[in-house]
C-alpha cells in the first residue's frame, strides 16, 4: 500500500524560530499533497494543497508568508512554519492521493515555546 | 504496515437505505477511534467517534459500533442522504482523544437519489 513518511513527529521549538515539516511519499508518486491543522474536537483544516513544480494554494486565512510549502519534487513536500509562536502550537498533517485512495502522514506535534 | 484499514474503497448506497462503512486495526493499543468525512477540495471534519471503552455510540442518523475482540469498527448512516456522499476517513489514536491520529484511507461513499 502507499505510504507518506512525515517528520519529525514531535518537535519543540522556541518562539520565534522556525520548524520544517517534511512529508514523503514512499512508494508512489504525488503530484499533490495537501497539509491540514488539526484543531480541538479532532477537526482538520486545509491549511493548504502544494502542487509539484508550482506555487502552493492556501485556504483563505491562512498565511502564505508564516506556513512556507515547497513541493520540490514528486515525493517530497514541506511546510515550514516560520517565526513560530505559541498560537502555531498544534498537530500538523500531511496527506497525498494515490492509487489506494487518500494516504495520510502520520502528523506532527509542534509546540512551540 | 498499515494499521488503520479500510478495505472498500467505495460503497453505493440508496437514498433512504442503511450505509454500513467498515475500518479495521492491528494496533491494540489503539484506545480512541474517530470517524470524519471530506467533500472534494476540503478537509476532513469530525463525525463521531468512540472511546474503547465502549462498544457502541450514536450520534442522530451514525451510529458507530466498535468491537475489540476483531479490531473492528464500523459506521452506520441510516437513512442514508445524497449529501452524505463523500469520502469518510477513519482514524485511531493511542493516547487519548487529543493525541496523534493514524487514518485509513478512505472510503467513498455514493448515495443514489
Known amino acids: 500500500g502507499a505510504v507518506v513518511s512525515q517528520h519529525p513527529s514531535r518537535v519543540i521549538c522556541k518562539s520565534g524560530t522556525s520548524v520544517k515539516i517534511e512529508c514523503r511519499s514512499l512508494d508512489f508518486q504525488a503530484t499533490t499533497m495537501f497539509w491540514y491543522r488539526q484543531f480541538p474536537k479532532q477537526s482538520l483544516m486545509l491549511m493548504a494543497t502544494?502542487?509539484?513544480?508550482?506555487?502552493?494554494?492556501?485556504e483563505q486565512g491562512v498565511e502564505k508568508d508564516k506556513f512556507l510549502i515547497n513541493h520540490a519534487s514528486l515525493t517530497l513536500s514541506t511546510l515550514t512554519v516560520t517565526s513560530a509562536h505559541p498560537e502555531d502550537s498544534s498537530f500538523y498533517i500531511c496527506?497525498?492521493?494515490?492509487?489506494?485512495?487518500?494516504?495520510f502522514g502520520s502528523g506532527t506535534r509542534l509546540t512551540v515555546v | 504496515d498499515q494499521q488503520v484499514k479500510q478495505n472498500s474503497p467505495s460503497l453505493s448506497v440508496q437514498e433512504g437505505r442503511i450505509s454500513i462503512l467498515n475500518c479495521d486495526y492491528t494496533?491494540?493499543?489503539?484506545?480512541?477511534f474517530l470517524w470524519y468525512k471530506k467533500y472534494p477540495a476540503e478537509g476532513p471534519t469530525f463525525l463521531i467517534s468512540?472511546?474503547?471503552?465502549?462498544d457502541k455510540n450514536e450520534d442522530g442518523r451514525f451510529t458507530v459500533f466498535l468491537n475489540k475482540s476483531a479490531k473492528h469498527l464500523s459506521l452506520h448512516i441510516v437513512p442514508s442522504q445524497p449529501g452524505d456522499s463523500a469520502v469518510y476517513f477513519c482514524?485511531?489514536?493511542?493516547?487519548?482523544?487529543?493525541?496523534?491520529?493514524?487514518f485509513g484511507t478512505g472510503t467513498l461513499l455514493a448515495v443514489q437519489p
Open positions: 468512540i472511546s474503547s471503552i465502549k
Open positions: 496527506s497525498a492521493e494515490s492509487g489506494y485512495g487518500y494516504t
Open positions: 494496533n491494540s493499543m489503539f484506545d480512541y
Open positions: 482514524a485511531a489514536s493511542a493516547r487519548g482523544a487529543t493525541n496523534e491520529l493514524i
Open positions: 502544494s502542487n509539484e513544480g508550482s506555487k502552493a494554494t492556501y
